[in-house]
């Protein structure tokens, strides 16, 4: 707080030279001092009303009268807050946001307040996060932070973007532990003879056969029933993997049935090799 104050004149020292002229300050807040004018005094608390008078002392006469009182209330820069985003992870329809205040040590922080995108301005905790959950994948999202002074002045505004995960396309798998073979299929017929126990007439681990020893990749499922095992879930096989565009039953892979590991329902028409 800066206090000014006009100094007694020759005629108001009632005889004492300017030199024997000393000045003190009392706050009603409790705050007292030597004081000069324009001298800027601390440890006043932010938002807090005060009134300050002066009296003027002299070494060889008694002390003045104090002062009209001047009320004051003590402010400061409410400083600039931090923003962060942090992407959502891959397959996941959420993002976060994260924000720290300035020190009240240092700052006049009031309050802080977020805003969501276009949203309205909401008064949050100095520091903290948010999690946005999206209705998509990819889906950008930003966020504005601002701190308040006990004025109610507001700082400069920090910001931050991110944006939901991306959609997963493609799963790496290979078959489950303990399994040593699996026959593939085409989108229609049955490969596995259970009778000759040949894929497509093959034996040992010779193509259409998937084994333990394969890694390959899958994008989607489909229903797909067979004269042995029933109806199932079967996952297809993206290019680049052993047996590609052919079909293999998701319970013999390490990632499970669709419900366990996420793969989407296939959505291209049967028959078709994307």
């Not at 004051?72 to 400083?79: D, E, I």
């Not at 977020?114 to 008064?123: C, S, V, Y």
């Not at 994948?137 to 991306?166: D, F, K």
């Not at 396309?169 to 290979?174: E, F, Y």
Request: charged share 10%.
């Amino acid at each position: 707080m800066t206090i000014n104050f006009k100094e007694l004149t020759a005629a108001e020292r009632n005889g004492s030279a300017y030199g024997e002229i000393s000045y003190t300050y009392y706050a009603t807040t409790g705050q007292s001092g030597p004081v000069s004018p324009g001298d800027t005094k601390g440890g006043f608390a932010n938002g807090a009303a005060t009134t300050i008078t002066v009296t003027a002392h002299s070494s060889v006469a008694p002390s003045s009268d104090a002062s009209a009182g001047a009320g004051a209330n003590p402010y400061g820069a409410p400083g600039t807050p931090s923003a962060s985003g942090q992407n959502g992870a891959e397959n996941q329809k959420n993002l976060s946001f994260s924000w720290s205040s300035p020190s009240t040590s240092t700052n006049d922080v009031a309050y802080t307040q977020i805003k969501i995108d276009n949203g309205g301005w909401e008064r949050v905790a100095a520091s903290g996060s948010r999690t946005i959950n999206t209705g998509g994948y990819s889906e950008p999202h930003s966020i504005q932070v601002q701190t308040v002074n006990s004025r109610g002045t507001g700082g400069p505004v920090a910001s931050a973007s991110a944006q939901s995960g991306t959609q997963k396309t493609s799963w790496a798998t290979r078959l489950n532990t303990g399994m040593d073979r699996s026959c593939t299929d085409l989108p229609g017929p049955t490969s596995y003879d259970p009778v000759a126990h040949t894929c497509d007439g093959k034996g040992g681990y010779d193509r259409p056969w998937m084994s333990h020893m394969d890694s390959f990749t899958v994008m989607c499922w489909k229903p797909h029933g067979t004269t042995y095992g029933g109806d199932g879930q079967w996952y297809y096989i993206m290019r680049g993997s052993p047996n590609a565009t052919r079909w293999i039953n998701s319970t013999h892979t390490s990632i499970g049935a669709p419900g366990q590991s996420g793969v989407p329902l296939c959505t291209f028409p049967v028959g078709a090799t994307p």
